[in-house]
Protein backbone atom coordinates (compact mmCIF):
# COMPACT_ATOMS: atom_id res chain seq x y z
CA UNK A 1 0.00 0.00 0.00
CA UNK A 2 1.12 3.90 -0.78
CA UNK A 3 2.19 5.70 2.53
CA UNK A 4 -0.29 8.52 3.40
CA UNK A 5 3.14 10.43 3.41
CA UNK A 6 3.67 9.39 0.11
CA UNK A 7 0.71 10.81 -0.82
CA UNK A 8 1.40 13.87 0.73
CA UNK A 9 4.26 14.58 -1.10
CA UNK A 10 2.38 15.48 -4.10
CA UNK A 11 0.09 18.69 -2.72
CA UNK A 12 0.25 21.12 -4.49
CA UNK A 13 -0.82 23.55 -1.90
CA UNK A 14 1.28 22.81 1.36
CA UNK A 15 0.28 24.47 4.26
CA UNK A 16 2.21 27.36 6.57
CA UNK A 17 1.13 26.79 10.08
CA UNK A 18 -0.44 29.54 11.43
CA UNK A 19 1.78 30.60 13.94
CA UNK A 20 4.51 31.45 10.97
CA UNK A 21 2.15 33.62 9.60
CA UNK A 22 2.01 37.19 10.32
CA UNK A 23 -0.89 39.70 9.43
CA UNK A 24 -0.71 43.14 8.80
CA UNK A 25 -2.86 46.78 8.09
CA UNK A 26 -1.54 46.79 4.44
CA UNK A 27 -1.97 42.91 3.76
CA UNK A 28 -5.71 43.45 4.75
CA UNK A 29 -6.06 46.54 3.10
CA UNK A 30 -4.61 45.12 -0.04
CA UNK A 31 -7.00 41.97 0.66
CA UNK A 32 -10.31 44.33 1.05
CA UNK A 33 -9.43 45.78 -2.50
CA UNK A 34 -8.61 42.50 -3.94
CA UNK A 35 -12.05 41.77 -3.12
CA UNK A 36 -13.86 44.12 -4.87
CA UNK A 37 -11.68 44.03 -7.85
CA UNK A 38 -12.82 40.50 -8.14
CA UNK A 39 -16.66 41.75 -7.58
CA UNK A 40 -16.31 44.05 -9.80
CA UNK A 41 -14.52 42.06 -12.53
CA UNK A 42 -16.99 39.28 -11.84
CA UNK A 43 -20.22 41.80 -12.49
CA UNK A 44 -18.46 43.17 -15.46
CA UNK A 45 -17.88 39.42 -16.93
CA UNK A 46 -21.54 38.22 -15.89
CA UNK A 47 -23.14 41.26 -17.98
CA UNK A 48 -20.71 40.47 -20.93
CA UNK A 49 -22.04 37.03 -21.11
CA UNK A 50 -25.75 37.68 -21.33
CA UNK A 51 -25.00 40.55 -23.65
CA UNK A 52 -26.05 39.69 -27.28
CA UNK A 53 -23.29 40.02 -29.51
CA UNK A 54 -23.53 39.86 -33.41
CA UNK A 55 -22.03 39.42 -36.24
CA UNK A 56 -22.63 41.53 -40.02
CA UNK A 57 -21.78 40.18 -43.11
CA UNK A 58 -22.52 41.21 -46.77
CA UNK A 59 -23.56 38.70 -49.06
CA UNK A 60 -25.44 38.11 -52.12
CA UNK A 61 -29.05 37.67 -51.93
CA UNK A 62 -30.46 34.30 -51.28
CA UNK A 63 -33.63 35.46 -50.28
CA UNK A 64 -36.63 32.99 -49.23
CA UNK A 65 -39.74 34.95 -50.22
CA UNK A 66 -39.25 34.23 -54.07
CA UNK A 67 -38.71 36.04 -56.86
CA UNK A 68 -41.76 38.53 -55.74
CA UNK A 69 -41.19 41.25 -53.60
CA UNK A 70 -44.73 42.78 -51.66
CA UNK A 71 -45.00 46.87 -51.10
CA UNK A 72 -47.51 47.92 -48.98
CA UNK A 73 -48.85 51.39 -49.28
CA UNK A 74 -51.33 53.92 -48.07
CA UNK A 75 -51.60 57.61 -49.51
CA UNK A 76 -54.10 60.30 -49.73
CA UNK A 77 -54.17 62.69 -52.45
CA UNK A 78 -56.29 65.95 -51.53
CA UNK A 79 -56.85 67.01 -55.06
CA UNK A 80 -56.99 63.33 -56.88
CA UNK A 81 -60.77 61.87 -57.59
CA UNK A 82 -61.32 58.07 -57.07
CA UNK A 83 -63.11 58.20 -60.06
CA UNK A 84 -60.25 58.29 -62.25
CA UNK A 85 -57.05 57.20 -59.20
CA UNK A 86 -55.13 54.64 -61.06
CA UNK A 87 -52.51 52.65 -59.64
CA UNK A 88 -49.80 51.22 -62.49
CA UNK A 89 -47.14 49.15 -62.15
CA UNK A 90 -44.31 48.45 -64.79
CA UNK A 91 -40.30 47.45 -64.84
CA UNK A 92 -37.06 46.82 -67.05
CA UNK A 93 -38.26 43.10 -68.52
CA UNK A 94 -41.58 44.37 -69.83
CA UNK A 95 -43.93 44.62 -67.01
CA UNK A 96 -46.85 46.66 -67.86
CA UNK A 97 -49.89 46.47 -65.32
CA UNK A 98 -52.94 49.47 -65.80
CA UNK A 99 -55.01 50.02 -62.90
CA UNK A 100 -54.90 47.66 -60.24
CA UNK A 101 -57.59 46.76 -58.60
CA UNK A 102 -57.83 43.50 -57.20
CA UNK A 103 -55.29 44.27 -54.13
CA UNK A 104 -56.78 48.43 -54.24
CA UNK A 105 -58.78 49.92 -51.94
CA UNK A 106 -59.99 53.62 -52.36
CA UNK A 107 -61.66 56.43 -50.12
CA UNK A 108 -62.76 59.55 -50.89
CA UNK A 109 -61.31 62.52 -48.97
CA UNK A 110 -61.83 65.89 -48.70
CA UNK A 111 -58.77 68.35 -49.32
CA UNK A 112 -58.43 68.21 -45.31
CA UNK A 113 -57.73 64.81 -45.78
CA UNK A 114 -60.94 63.80 -43.99
CA UNK A 115 -63.11 60.66 -45.15
CA UNK A 116 -66.36 61.41 -46.28
CA UNK A 117 -67.94 58.21 -46.74
CA UNK A 118 -67.28 54.28 -47.27
CA UNK A 119 -65.00 52.69 -49.61
CA UNK A 120 -65.37 53.80 -53.25
CA UNK A 121 -65.49 51.10 -55.83
CA UNK A 122 -64.57 52.23 -59.16
CA UNK A 123 -65.66 49.02 -61.06
CA UNK A 124 -64.32 47.69 -63.80
CA UNK A 125 -62.74 50.44 -66.30
CA UNK A 126 -64.12 49.72 -69.86
CA UNK A 127 -61.34 49.37 -72.64
CA UNK A 128 -63.65 50.69 -75.87
CA UNK A 129 -66.77 52.99 -75.06
CA UNK A 130 -68.82 52.45 -77.94
CA UNK A 131 -69.23 56.18 -79.81
CA UNK A 132 -71.68 56.44 -82.65
CA UNK A 133 -72.23 59.78 -84.78
CA UNK A 134 -69.51 60.90 -86.99
CA UNK A 135 -68.00 64.46 -85.36
CA UNK A 136 -68.37 66.17 -88.99
CA UNK A 137 -72.11 65.86 -89.13
CA UNK A 138 -74.25 68.64 -89.01
CA UNK A 139 -75.35 68.35 -85.19
CA UNK A 140 -78.70 70.39 -84.16
CA UNK A 141 -78.21 71.48 -80.62
CA UNK A 142 -80.56 69.80 -77.80
CA UNK A 143 -78.72 69.92 -74.67
CA UNK A 144 -79.38 72.73 -72.16
CA UNK A 145 -76.39 74.72 -72.03
CA UNK A 146 -76.30 75.58 -67.78
CA UNK A 147 -74.25 78.00 -65.83
CA UNK A 148 -74.23 78.28 -61.67
CA UNK A 149 -77.34 79.66 -61.53
CA UNK A 150 -79.38 77.82 -64.35
CA UNK A 151 -77.61 74.35 -62.83
CA UNK A 152 -78.98 75.19 -58.87
CA UNK A 153 -82.56 76.23 -59.80
CA UNK A 154 -83.32 72.72 -62.90
CA UNK A 155 -81.42 70.58 -60.57
CA UNK A 156 -83.90 71.23 -58.03
CA UNK A 157 -87.02 71.49 -60.77
CA UNK A 158 -86.79 68.20 -62.76
CA UNK A 159 -86.80 64.66 -61.07
CA UNK A 160 -83.91 63.41 -63.18
CA UNK A 161 -81.10 66.07 -64.25
CA UNK A 162 -78.35 64.56 -66.52
CA UNK A 163 -75.25 66.96 -67.17
CA UNK A 164 -72.45 66.20 -69.55
CA UNK A 165 -69.82 67.90 -68.12
CA UNK A 166 -67.45 68.60 -71.09
CA UNK A 167 -64.47 70.93 -72.59
CA UNK A 168 -64.41 71.65 -76.35
CA UNK A 169 -60.80 71.20 -76.48
CA UNK A 170 -61.38 67.20 -75.74
CA UNK A 171 -61.17 64.88 -77.81
CA UNK A 172 -63.55 62.75 -76.52
CA UNK A 173 -65.75 65.37 -75.74
CA UNK A 174 -65.96 66.39 -79.60
CA UNK A 175 -67.20 62.01 -80.33
CA UNK A 176 -69.68 62.07 -77.43
CA UNK A 177 -71.75 66.05 -79.08
CA UNK A 178 -73.23 64.07 -81.97
CA UNK A 179 -74.52 61.50 -79.79
CA UNK A 180 -75.18 63.52 -77.06
CA UNK A 181 -77.18 66.44 -79.30
CA UNK A 182 -79.59 63.84 -80.62
CA UNK A 183 -79.87 62.06 -77.49
CA UNK A 184 -81.40 64.71 -76.55
CA UNK A 185 -83.75 66.15 -78.83
CA UNK A 186 -84.75 62.25 -78.94
CA UNK A 187 -85.82 62.74 -74.87
CA UNK A 188 -87.32 66.31 -75.52
CA UNK A 189 -89.82 64.93 -77.98
CA UNK A 190 -90.53 61.45 -76.04
CA UNK A 191 -90.76 63.49 -72.41
CA UNK A 192 -91.87 67.25 -73.26
CA UNK A 193 -89.84 69.33 -70.22
CA UNK A 194 -93.29 71.44 -69.94
CA UNK A 195 -95.58 68.95 -70.49
CA UNK A 196 -94.02 65.78 -68.87
CA UNK A 197 -90.88 67.17 -66.46
CA UNK A 198 -89.32 63.94 -65.32
CA UNK A 199 -86.22 64.52 -67.05
CA UNK A 200 -83.51 67.00 -68.60
CA UNK A 201 -80.37 66.44 -70.61
CA UNK A 202 -77.99 69.70 -70.13
CA UNK A 203 -74.20 70.50 -70.73
CA UNK A 204 -71.81 72.59 -69.28
CA UNK A 205 -68.27 73.83 -70.80
CA UNK A 206 -66.07 73.32 -67.86
CA UNK A 207 -63.78 76.04 -69.94
CA UNK A 208 -66.32 78.29 -68.88
CA UNK A 209 -68.09 77.32 -65.62
CA UNK A 210 -65.05 76.20 -64.03
CA UNK A 211 -66.27 76.76 -60.48
CA UNK A 212 -69.33 74.98 -61.37
CA UNK A 213 -66.89 71.90 -62.66
CA UNK A 214 -64.70 72.33 -59.68
CA UNK A 215 -67.52 72.18 -57.40
CA UNK A 216 -68.62 68.75 -58.79
CA UNK A 217 -65.10 67.69 -58.69
CA UNK A 218 -65.02 67.05 -62.55
CA UNK A 219 -61.26 66.33 -63.48
CA UNK A 220 -61.96 64.29 -66.81
CA UNK A 221 -63.84 64.88 -70.07
CA UNK A 222 -66.51 64.28 -70.62
CA UNK A 223 -68.01 63.63 -67.32
CA UNK A 224 -72.12 62.39 -67.59
CA UNK A 225 -73.20 63.02 -64.15
CA UNK A 226 -76.61 62.28 -63.34
CA UNK A 227 -78.72 64.13 -60.61
CA UNK A 228 -82.14 63.18 -58.63
CA UNK A 229 -84.26 65.84 -57.40
CA UNK A 230 -84.29 64.56 -53.28
CA UNK A 231 -81.19 62.75 -53.26
CA UNK A 232 -79.11 65.60 -53.58
CA UNK A 233 -79.34 66.35 -49.90
CA UNK A 234 -75.93 66.88 -48.78
CA UNK A 235 -75.09 70.77 -48.96
CA UNK A 236 -71.43 70.69 -47.15
CA UNK A 237 -69.16 73.27 -48.89
CA UNK A 238 -70.70 72.20 -52.78
CA UNK A 239 -70.39 68.35 -51.69
CA UNK A 240 -73.41 66.35 -53.94
CA UNK A 241 -74.33 62.78 -53.88
CA UNK A 242 -75.25 61.95 -57.63
CA UNK A 243 -73.99 59.69 -60.13
CA UNK A 244 -71.67 58.90 -63.39
CA UNK A 245 -72.67 57.18 -66.29
CA UNK A 246 -70.31 54.80 -67.82
CA UNK A 247 -71.66 53.41 -70.41
CA UNK A 248 -71.65 53.39 -74.44
CA UNK A 249 -71.91 56.85 -75.68
CA UNK A 250 -73.22 55.78 -78.87
CA UNK A 251 -77.44 57.46 -79.35
CA UNK A 252 -79.10 54.06 -79.27
CA UNK A 253 -77.55 53.05 -76.00
CA UNK A 254 -77.44 57.12 -74.18
CA UNK A 255 -81.46 56.88 -75.42
CA UNK A 256 -82.15 53.66 -73.73
CA UNK A 257 -80.05 54.73 -70.57
CA UNK A 258 -82.25 57.59 -70.30
CA UNK A 259 -85.44 55.31 -70.84
CA UNK A 260 -84.56 53.04 -67.95
CA UNK A 261 -84.20 56.27 -65.91
CA UNK A 262 -87.27 57.99 -66.66
CA UNK A 263 -89.03 54.69 -66.23
CA UNK A 264 -88.47 54.36 -62.50
CA UNK A 265 -90.93 57.47 -61.86
CA UNK A 266 -94.46 57.38 -62.24
CA UNK A 267 -95.51 60.29 -64.42
CA UNK A 268 -98.45 60.87 -62.23
CA UNK A 269 -97.18 62.56 -59.28
CA UNK A 270 -94.08 62.99 -60.47
CA UNK A 271 -92.45 61.21 -56.90
CA UNK A 272 -88.97 61.97 -56.35
CA UNK A 273 -86.76 59.71 -57.86
CA UNK A 274 -84.85 58.27 -55.04
CA UNK A 275 -85.17 54.81 -55.71
CA UNK A 276 -83.15 53.57 -59.66
CA UNK A 277 -84.38 50.31 -61.07
CA UNK A 278 -82.52 51.21 -64.11
CA UNK A 279 -80.24 48.98 -65.37
CA UNK A 280 -77.58 51.70 -67.05
CA UNK A 281 -73.96 51.64 -66.23
CA UNK A 282 -73.59 53.91 -63.79
CA UNK A 283 -71.97 54.36 -60.93
CA UNK A 284 -72.05 56.87 -57.52
CA UNK A 285 -69.59 59.60 -58.39
CA UNK A 286 -67.22 60.63 -55.77
CA UNK A 287 -68.59 63.06 -52.77
CA UNK A 288 -65.01 64.96 -52.87
CA UNK A 289 -62.02 65.54 -55.38
CA UNK A 290 -59.77 63.65 -52.91
CA UNK A 291 -58.66 60.08 -52.55
CA UNK A 292 -57.00 57.66 -50.37
CA UNK A 293 -55.70 55.05 -51.84
CA UNK A 294 -54.37 52.18 -49.90
CA UNK A 295 -53.41 48.08 -50.05
CA UNK A 296 -50.62 46.16 -51.81
CA UNK A 297 -48.90 45.10 -55.01
CA UNK A 298 -46.67 42.25 -56.06
CA UNK A 299 -43.92 43.21 -58.18
CA UNK A 300 -40.74 41.33 -59.74
CA UNK A 301 -37.45 41.88 -58.08
CA UNK A 302 -35.98 44.17 -60.74
CA UNK A 303 -35.97 47.72 -61.42
CA UNK A 304 -38.95 49.23 -61.65
CA UNK A 305 -41.44 51.79 -60.88
CA UNK A 306 -44.87 52.12 -59.06
CA UNK A 307 -47.18 54.88 -60.54
CA UNK A 308 -50.19 56.70 -59.37
CA UNK A 309 -52.01 58.87 -61.96
CA UNK A 310 -55.45 59.84 -63.24
CA UNK A 311 -56.22 57.45 -65.83
CA UNK A 312 -59.65 56.55 -68.35
CA UNK A 313 -59.76 54.98 -71.84
CA UNK A 314 -62.68 57.63 -72.49
CA UNK A 315 -61.96 60.90 -70.91
CA UNK A 316 -59.51 63.62 -70.90
CA UNK A 317 -57.32 65.49 -68.36
CA UNK A 318 -56.26 69.45 -68.46
CA UNK A 319 -52.92 68.31 -67.24
CA UNK A 320 -52.76 72.42 -66.34
CA UNK A 321 -55.02 72.05 -63.87
CA UNK A 322 -53.98 68.63 -62.15
CA UNK A 323 -52.70 68.69 -58.93
CA UNK A 324 -50.62 64.84 -57.52
CA UNK A 325 -49.62 66.56 -54.34
CA UNK A 326 -49.63 63.99 -51.71
CA UNK A 327 -49.24 62.58 -48.20
CA UNK A 328 -47.47 59.07 -47.76
CA UNK A 329 -49.22 57.31 -44.56
CA UNK A 330 -47.29 54.02 -45.23
CA UNK A 331 -44.87 53.15 -47.41
CA UNK A 332 -42.84 49.66 -46.72
CA UNK A 333 -41.63 46.89 -48.88
CA UNK A 334 -41.65 42.62 -47.88
CA UNK A 335 -43.80 41.20 -45.38
CA UNK A 336 -45.91 42.89 -42.60
CA UNK A 337 -43.58 43.12 -39.96
CA UNK A 338 -45.66 42.93 -36.66
CA UNK A 339 -44.69 45.33 -33.64
CA UNK A 340 -43.43 42.31 -31.10
CA UNK A 341 -41.62 40.85 -33.92
CA UNK A 342 -39.66 44.08 -35.26
CA UNK A 343 -39.17 44.49 -30.78
CA UNK A 344 -37.28 41.22 -30.48
CA UNK A 345 -35.30 41.99 -33.50
CA UNK A 346 -34.32 45.65 -32.04
CA UNK A 347 -32.93 43.23 -29.01
CA UNK A 348 -30.04 42.28 -31.60
CA UNK A 349 -29.62 45.33 -33.47
CA UNK A 350 -30.77 48.76 -31.99
CA UNK A 351 -31.22 50.54 -35.25
CA UNK A 352 -32.61 47.89 -37.23
CA UNK A 353 -35.87 49.03 -38.64
CA UNK A 354 -35.14 53.03 -38.95
CA UNK A 355 -35.77 52.87 -42.31
CA UNK A 356 -38.07 50.47 -42.82
CA UNK A 357 -40.80 52.85 -43.72
CA UNK A 358 -38.70 56.07 -43.72
CA UNK A 359 -41.07 58.20 -45.70
CA UNK A 360 -44.32 57.21 -43.36
CA UNK A 361 -45.93 60.71 -42.64
CA UNK A 362 -44.22 62.65 -45.14
CA UNK A 363 -45.93 65.33 -47.39
CA UNK A 364 -45.07 66.48 -51.43
CA UNK A 365 -47.60 69.14 -51.81
CA UNK A 366 -47.32 70.95 -54.60
CA UNK A 367 -48.48 74.54 -54.14
CA UNK A 368 -48.18 75.45 -58.08
CA UNK A 369 -45.23 77.53 -57.69
CA UNK A 370 -43.51 75.62 -60.53
CA UNK A 371 -46.27 75.99 -62.89
CA UNK A 372 -48.38 73.47 -64.13
CA UNK A 373 -48.00 69.40 -64.96
CA UNK A 374 -45.36 68.61 -62.30
CA UNK A 375 -44.95 65.02 -61.86
CA UNK A 376 -43.62 64.04 -58.27
CA UNK A 377 -40.88 61.35 -57.95
CA UNK A 378 -39.33 59.20 -56.00
CA UNK A 379 -36.11 57.30 -55.85
CA UNK A 380 -36.03 54.33 -53.75
CA UNK A 381 -33.16 52.07 -53.39
CA UNK A 382 -33.97 48.85 -51.30
CA UNK A 383 -31.61 46.75 -49.25
CA UNK A 384 -32.80 43.64 -47.21
CA UNK A 385 -31.81 43.02 -43.73
CA UNK A 386 -31.96 39.29 -42.67
CA UNK A 387 -31.43 38.61 -38.91
CA UNK A 388 -30.45 35.46 -37.70
CA UNK A 389 -30.39 33.64 -34.15
CA UNK A 390 -29.27 30.23 -32.59
CA UNK A 391 -31.59 28.39 -30.71
CA UNK A 392 -30.84 24.79 -29.47
CA UNK A 393 -27.35 25.18 -31.81
CA UNK A 394 -29.45 25.12 -34.68
CA UNK A 395 -29.99 28.94 -36.63
CA UNK A 396 -33.12 30.43 -37.09
CA UNK A 397 -34.19 33.36 -39.28
CA UNK A 398 -35.71 35.67 -36.78
CA UNK A 399 -36.88 38.42 -39.39
CA UNK A 400 -36.10 39.32 -42.90
CA UNK A 401 -36.54 42.90 -43.64
CA UNK A 402 -36.06 45.76 -46.75
CA UNK A 403 -35.06 48.75 -45.53
CA UNK A 404 -35.05 52.29 -48.36
CA UNK A 405 -33.21 55.43 -48.81
CA UNK A 406 -35.58 57.66 -50.42
CA UNK A 407 -34.63 61.04 -52.66
CA UNK A 408 -37.78 62.88 -54.25
CA UNK A 409 -37.91 65.26 -56.59
CA UNK A 410 -40.64 67.63 -58.54
CA UNK A 411 -40.24 67.77 -62.08
CA UNK A 412 -42.62 69.08 -65.55
CA UNK A 413 -43.46 67.29 -67.72
CA UNK A 414 -45.28 67.61 -71.04
CA UNK A 415 -47.45 64.35 -70.36
CA UNK A 416 -50.12 63.75 -67.46
CA UNK A 417 -48.65 64.55 -63.77
CA UNK A 418 -47.67 61.58 -61.83
CA UNK A 419 -46.80 60.39 -58.45
CA UNK A 420 -44.02 57.98 -59.70
CA UNK A 421 -42.12 56.00 -57.19
CA UNK A 422 -38.63 54.38 -58.87
CA UNK A 423 -37.56 51.48 -56.98
CA UNK A 424 -34.43 49.10 -57.23
CA UNK A 425 -33.29 46.22 -55.23
CA UNK A 426 -29.74 45.94 -54.13
CA UNK A 427 -28.37 42.67 -55.94
CA UNK A 428 -26.59 41.95 -51.68
CA UNK A 429 -28.07 42.02 -48.79
CA UNK A 430 -26.95 42.40 -44.92
CA UNK A 431 -26.98 39.43 -42.65
CA UNK A 432 -26.79 39.76 -39.13
CA UNK A 433 -26.27 36.56 -36.89
CA UNK A 434 -26.32 36.23 -33.17
CA UNK A 435 -23.27 35.00 -31.90
CA UNK A 436 -23.53 32.49 -28.89
CA UNK A 437 -21.12 32.14 -25.95
CA UNK A 438 -20.21 29.82 -24.44
CA UNK A 439 -20.95 28.74 -20.67
CA UNK A 440 -17.44 27.41 -20.45
CA UNK A 441 -15.73 30.13 -21.53
CA UNK A 442 -17.51 32.29 -19.05
CA UNK A 443 -16.48 30.28 -15.96
CA UNK A 444 -12.82 29.68 -17.58
CA UNK A 445 -12.93 33.77 -17.39
CA UNK A 446 -14.20 33.95 -14.00
CA UNK A 447 -11.16 31.74 -13.02
CA UNK A 448 -8.96 33.69 -14.53
CA UNK A 449 -10.22 37.19 -12.89
CA UNK A 450 -10.29 35.31 -9.43
CA UNK A 451 -6.77 33.88 -10.14
CA UNK A 452 -5.33 37.15 -11.80
CA UNK A 453 -6.31 39.13 -8.85
CA UNK A 454 -5.21 37.12 -6.06
CA UNK A 455 -1.54 36.78 -7.36
CA UNK A 456 -1.51 40.44 -8.74
CA UNK A 457 -2.29 41.36 -5.31
CA UNK A 458 -0.07 38.75 -3.67
CA UNK A 459 2.60 40.22 -5.49
CA UNK A 460 2.00 44.17 -4.29
CA UNK A 461 1.78 42.55 -0.76
CA UNK A 462 5.27 40.98 -1.38
CA UNK A 463 6.79 44.24 -2.43
CA UNK A 464 4.69 46.59 0.34
CA UNK A 465 5.44 44.30 2.85
CA UNK A 466 9.70 43.88 2.08
CA UNK A 467 9.57 47.66 1.26
CA UNK A 468 8.12 48.66 4.76
CA UNK A 469 10.66 46.17 6.28
CA UNK A 470 13.61 47.68 4.65
CA UNK A 471 13.07 51.14 5.63
CA UNK A 472 12.42 50.00 8.79
CA UNK A 473 16.23 48.81 8.63
CA UNK A 474 17.23 51.70 7.50
CA UNK A 475 15.95 53.48 10.46
CA UNK A 476 17.08 51.65 13.18
CA UNK A 477 20.58 52.07 11.46
CA UNK A 478 20.17 55.44 11.51
CA UNK A 479 19.75 55.47 15.43
CA UNK A 480 22.73 53.38 16.31
Not at 135 to 164: M, R
Request: charged share 25%; aromatic share 8%; with cysteine.
Amino acid sequence: MISSSKIKSVDFYRKIPRDLTEASLSGAGLSIIAALAMMFLFGMELSNYFTVSTSTSVIVDNSSDGDFLRIDFNMSFPALSCEFASVDVSDVLGTNRLNITKTIRKFSIDQHLRPTGAEFHSGPVPHSVKHGDEVDEETVEGAVPLNGVSFDKLSHVYPILVVNFFAPWCYWSIRLKPSWEKTANIIRQRYDPEADGRILLAKVDCTEEVDLCRRHHIQGYPSIRIFRKGSDLREDHGHHEHESYYGDRDTETLVKAMEDLVASIPRENQRLALEDKSNITKRPAPLTGGCRIEGYVRVKKVPGNLIISARSGAHSFDTSKMNMSHVINHLSFGKTISPQLLSDAKRLIPYLGRSHDRLNGRLFINHRDLDANVTIEHYLQIVKTEVVTRKSSREHTLIEEYEYTAHSSLAQSIYIPVVKFHFELSPMQVLVTENPKSFSHFLTNVCAIIGGVFTVAGILDSILHNTIRLMKKVELGKNF
